[in-house]
Structures are given as structure tokens and as C-alpha cells.
Nanobody
Framework: QVRLVESGGGSVQAGGSLRLSCAAS????????MAWYRQAPGKERELVAS???????YYADSVKGRFTVSRNNAYMRLLLQMNNLKPEDTGTYYC?????????WGQGTRVAVSS
């Protein structure tokens, strides 16, 4: 049974940094293309960054140069280093794979960036 547990969120001032972590279980993590998504209050969930099983990465234009996605297959963890945070980065961050896990989403981790 798939389980994704996001952590590392918090409240920071603009320009600050946070490192998010997603602990996965119940899946063959190493072979999965994984991604970070975020949902701002009142908005649709959007793709932030992704990383393939071979380590190729994708970033939304809004976070390029500021966020870095990585993975540790041995520990089944997906990571997101977020630097130079902006108020528009505020939201709840989730990890998942682009094709989903049958509609499953973890509880997410909240990020609040103040100006």
C-alpha cells in the first residue's frame, strides 16, 4: 500500500530557504518518476519539479534557479531544496508521481513565505 509522507515545511521570510522531504513506502521507489506539486490557497495544484528514475529533472519556470529536486533511492526519499523563497511560493507541497497512485495523495507539508 503506497504511503507518501511529506515534511520540512514551515514559515519563513522572503529570501529564506527550506528543505522538503518525502518519505515513500509501499512502492518500488527507485523506478518511479517522482514529482513535487504545490497548491496555493484558492488555486489548483500545480507541478513544481520532477525527477526521473535516471535523475533527469524538470522545473516549472517560476522556480527555476531557486529550487533543486533530488532523490535518495536507498532511503526512498524525494527531496526539494528551496532557496530564495518568495511569497508566491506559499502553499501546501505534495510529492507524487506524474501518473499518480490511484488518486492517492499524502497530507502535504505547508510552506508560508512572508514578505
Amino acid at each position: 500500500q503506497v504511503r507518501l509522507v511529506e515534511s520540512g515545511g514551515g514559515s519563513v521570510q522572503a529570501g529564506g530557504s527550506l528543505r522538503l522531504s518525502c518519505a515513500a513506502s509501499g512502492i518500488n521507489f527507485g523506478i518511479n518518476h517522482m514529482a513535487w506539486y504545490r497548491q496555493a490557497p484558492g488555486k489548483e495544484r500545480e507541478l513544481v519539479a520532477s525527477i526521473t528514475s535516471s535523475g533527469s529533472t524538470y522545473y516549472a519556470d517560476s522556480v527555476k534557479g531557486r529550487f533543486t529536486v533530488s532523490r535518495n533511492n536507498a532511503y526512498m526519499r524525494l527531496l526539494l531544496q528551496m532557496n530564495n523563497l518568495k511569497p508566491e511560493d506559499t502553499g501546501t507541497y505534495y510529492c507524487n508521481r506524474p501518473t499518480g497512485f490511484g488518486g492517492y495523495w499524502g497530507q502535504g507539508t505547508r510552506v508560508a513565505v512572508s514578505s
